[in-house]
């Protein structure tokens, strides 16, 4: 599930094959780029923002490019040898492809691709608060966003990258878990805002550069993590029944135990 390191692991693969390449040809398969072809065209710099992927693209004579994607939930990028078979996924999930001497990187299930002037991206990430993985990351900026809707859910809170940009529904969970909190405690709630903020940075830091996600330190199968995908199965800390339940459009886990309701409902 494409979380802030998973995204930023992405784009260090689409660097390496990637960056310093000039493209051969293209293939976009999404109506607004059907026609666009970026053979000539430079990979500069391959980047994440949160959840978004960046390249930057340079051409003598023309001003920077970038091709923005964002992976949400299914999202993926693959790169292959020139003459490799495409075998991440099946072929009609293919978005965009692009080609150079050296490699082929084909995106699958891809959202909100789009081409804009370098200068305007602002216009598609400026929107989103500080980057969990980012030079920019700042816990009192994040929390400074976050207090200034104190009724929202803490859980709705983390998850939106309008406050810090990289949480998914993973580090979502295994946040609060970590720091004890009921996942429908209300901002203005919670004991230690900031140090909730920079709980959920370390866990998605802590797996920057590895494709297995775990909070507990284990890389095992079955133990990577202490709530998240595990309802019925006991608390790794007291032996409850975790549980899971619709929060906010997504779902969410938590143990009722270590994780209690203040409202004692």
């Known amino acids: 599930m494409p979380e802030g390191d998973t995204v930023w692991n992405t784009a260090r693969v689409l660097e390496k094959a990637l960056t310093g390449e000039v493209l051969t040809g293209s293939d976009f398969r999404v109506p607004r780029l ?7 065209w430079t990979v500069a710099e391959s980047a994440s923002r949160g959840k978004h992927l960046l390249l930057r693209l340079t051409r003598d004579g023309h ?3 970038t091709l923005h994607s964002h992976l949400r939930m299914e999202g993926a990028w693959r790169a292959y040898a020139p003459g490799e078979r495409w075998t991440a996924r099946p072929a009609h999930l293919i978005r965009v492809v692009l080609r150079s001497a050296r490699s082929v990187a084909v995106g699958y ?8 002037p370098t200068a305007e ?8 608060g500080p980057d969990l993985l980012g030079a920019d990351w700042d816990p009192d900026e994040a929390v400074r966003r976050i207090s200034a809707k ?3 859910s803490i859980a709705e809170a983390l998850l939106d990258q309008r406050n810090l940009a990289g949480v998914g529904n993973l580090y979502k969970a295994e946040t ?3 720091r004890g909190l009921w996942p429908w405690t209300p901002v203005e709630r919670v004991p230690d805002l900031r140090g909730t903020v920079v709980m959920a940075q370390k866990l998605v830091a802590s797996n920057r550069g590895r494709w297995t996600q775990t909070t507990t330190g284990s890389l095992r199968r079955g133990e990577t993590s202490y709530v998240y995908g595990r309802r019925a199965k006991p608390c790794r800390r007291c032996g409850s029944a975790i549980q899971k339940a619709e929060q906010d459009e997504r779902v969410t886990y938590w143990c ?5 309701d203040p409202t004692g409902s």
Do not use: I, K, N, Y
């Not at 991206?121 to 989103?128: A, N, P, Q």
């Open 176 to 178: 609060l878990f970590m």
């Open 109 to 116: 299930h891809l959202h909100e691709v789009t081409l804009v």
């Open 150 to 152: 104190p009724s929202a």
């Open 121 to 128: 991206e602002v216009s598609l990430v400026g929107h989103l």
């Open 34 to 40: 059907a026609t666009t072809d970026l053979a000539g």
């Open 256 to 260: 009722p135990r270590c994780q209690p």
């Open 63 to 65: 001003q920077p490019l």
